[in-house]
């Protein structure tokens, strides 16, 4: 009997599953903002916010406990110190899920999770390359 087990199984098996969950993970902490399936930011963002509580902690163990789940150390390094202080004072509730539509190729709804404050962000701008001279 399967009593009080409540998981997304996202119709793959355990080993795929969490390597997309860890994946997701590493992508939302590293760019703030993730487009995908509403059923995957559903299923992505206990596991995120359970990241940021550690990071808030800023230990040795939650360190650990950080590189075991999250893809890069660039993002671990980032997530204790960026994103454990600018959750300091909030007690949950680190994301946001935003419904944008079907997917035109096979209809599944999509979402877009965010973090807690990156519509604040302003993107980086791309420089662009010099035109050549003219009239040479």
């Given amino acids: ?15 795929h599953r ?5 994946n997701l993970v ?5 760019k703030e903002r993730v487009r995908t399936t509403l059923a995957k930011a559903k299923a992505v963002r206990p596991v995120t916010e359970k990241m940021i509580t550690i990071g808030k902690k800023n230990t040795l163990a939650g360190r650990r406990q950080a590189l075991a789940y999250i893809m890069k150390e660039s993002v671990v390094q ?31 709804q ?22 050549p001279k003219e009239g040479k």
């Fill in 18 to 22: 969490r390597a997309l969950l860890r």
């Fill in 78 to 108: 980032k997530l204790f110190t960026e994103l454990g202080p600018r959750f300091k004072e909030r007690p949950g509730g680190y994301t946001r899920i935003v419904k944008l539509g079907l997917r035109s190729g096979d209809g599944a």
């Fill in 110 to 131: 999509m979402a877009m999770i965010e973090l807690l404050g990156a519509e604040y962000k302003k993107k980086a701008k791309k420089k662009e390359k010099a035109s």
């Fill in 1 to 15: 009997m399967r009593h009080q087990v409540k998981r997304y199984q996202l119709r793959r098996n355990t080993s």
């Fill in 26 to 30: 590493t992508s939302l902490l590293e």
